[in-house]
């Protein structure tokens, strides 16, 4: 068993992170998920051999959200801050 957290976009009430809980548990091979709309994160504990990240971002892609790895979005938010370094020593 396997225990990711997961940062979501596009929730904007409760009945939201329901949704994608909802979503998250239908995966086959999912143990538990617990959805904190507050921090926008989802904890999810997972049969590996069942599933694995890729199909439990696809299912909450599928009900209308977005859903990355901790490391996934870290990793995009540096990338857009030396972007955005970049570009203003070019002005």
């Keep these: 068993m396997e225990t990711i957290r997961i940062r979501l976009q596009g929730m904007s009430c409760a009945s ?3 949704r994608v809980e ?3 548990k239908e995966v086959s091979g999912v143990i538990e998920c ?6 926008s994160q989802a904890t999810v504990s997972y049969n590996s051999q ?6 439990i971002q696809e299912s909450v892609r599928e009900a209308g ?3 990355f790895a901790e490391s996934e979005q870290e990793e995009d938010t540096e990338k ?4 955005a370094e970049e570009k203003e020593l070019i002005r």
């Design 22 to 24: 909802k979503a998250i």
């Design 80 to 83: 857009k801050a030396r972007e």
């Design 65 to 67: 959200y977005y859903a």
């Design 16 to 18: 939201c992170a329901n």
């Design 34 to 39: 617990n959805v904190n709309f507050a921090l």
């Design 50 to 55: 069942k599933t694995n990240l890729t199909h």
